[in-house]
């Protein structure tokens, strides 16, 4: 009996494309663009045969339309790409989709400070009263 290591091959194939996707992105495509876009996910469809990928960019010049706008134009090339780096009976679709968690995350991180710096203020003005 063949042990099951509780993934799901969906899993597998996703971790495998999202590294291969990324190395295609980082040192393949050649533009400087593509190289600031950061792979955040991907989720696969039970029947492989379309990858969700989730990006965010690095680049402060590239907004969430941009990025994607970068990424439609060059899924050609990171689907072939990917063919010859994956082997599978039918190779994905590309669905690129802007994860906005990392932004929200950064405006939760910057709220949080500021009530921390505002709390800092009154306990010290509390302290020379």
Request: without cysteine; charged residues 40%; aromatic residues 6%.
């Amino acid at each position: 009996m063949r042990r099951n290591s509780g993934f799901k091959r969906k899993d597998r194939v996703a971790s495998e494309i999202k590294k291969a996707v990324s190395h295609i992105l980082e040192v393949e495509s050649g533009n400087e663009r593509l190289k600031g876009i950061t792979l955040t996910d991907v989720e696969m469809t039970e029947d492989l045969r379309i990858a969700r990928i989730f990006v965010s960019s690095q680049n402060s010049d590239m907004n969430e339309e941009l990025t994607l706008k970068e990424l439609n134009n060059a899924k050609g090339f990171i689907r072939k790409n990917l063919a010859k780096k994956i082997r599978m009976k039918y190779m994905p679709q590309l669905e690129f989709e802007y994860d906005e968690s990392i932004e929200y995350g950064f405006k939760i991180d910057a709220i949080l400070k500021e009530i921390e710096k505002e709390n800092e203020e009154k306990s010290g003005s509390d302290s020379e009263e």
